[in-house]
């Protein structure tokens, strides 16, 4: 056999197996984005719900979670963060305003709520950050714990 055959195909198969590689087994960490639109005409109180995605088995289940948000309108609102399962009692956030940064750590779903607005036609835009664990030209790996 042809030796500049035989190596093209040694170059082509190791190619292949450090893309794989890249793909599936070097870790990367993935940063993530959602908005939440709190208006009137959703579901009084605005209530609404959002999925952070968990991880795999053999990670942990918790996200760190930030974000920030602001009333577009007559505020000042007060924003209340809690958790599935929990009481609005018993929030993760709960600040009055016109605008704010926060943090929680997620282990799946959340409701965010915004009360006291003069007007119904206020609206309230909350903006997410997170990073998820991953794969480097692969993605995140996820799955869905809500």
């Known amino acids: 056999m042809n030796p500049k055959l035989v190596g093209g195909i040694v170059v ?3 190619l292949v197996v450090l893309i794989v590689a890249l793909y599936y087994w070097v870790p990367e960490e993935i940063s993530e984005h959602s908005t939440l639109t709190l208006t009137y005409e959703q579901n009084p109180p605005w209530r609404q719900t959002i999925c952070i995605p968990g991880t ?3 990670h942990p289940n918790w996200t760190n979670v930030s974000f920030s ?3 577009e309108g007559t505020g000042p609102v007060t924003l209340v963060v809690w958790e599935s399962g929990q009481s609005s009692n018993s929030p993760v956030y709960n600040v009055t305003g016109v ?9 799946g779903t959340e409701y965010f709520s915004a009360f006291g607005a003069e007007s119904p036609s206020v609206q309230v835009t909350v903006d997410l950050s997170y990073v998820l ?3 480097l030209f692969g993605g995140p790996i ?3 714990q809500c």
Do not use: D, R
């Open 99 to 107: 605008a704010g940064l926060g943090w929680y750590s997620s282990q």
């Open 12 to 14: 082509g198969i190791a």
């Open 69 to 71: 948000w602001t009333v």
């Open 56 to 58: 795999n088995s053999g």
């Open 133 to 135: 664990p991953g794969h």
């Open 142 to 144: 996820v799955q869905p």
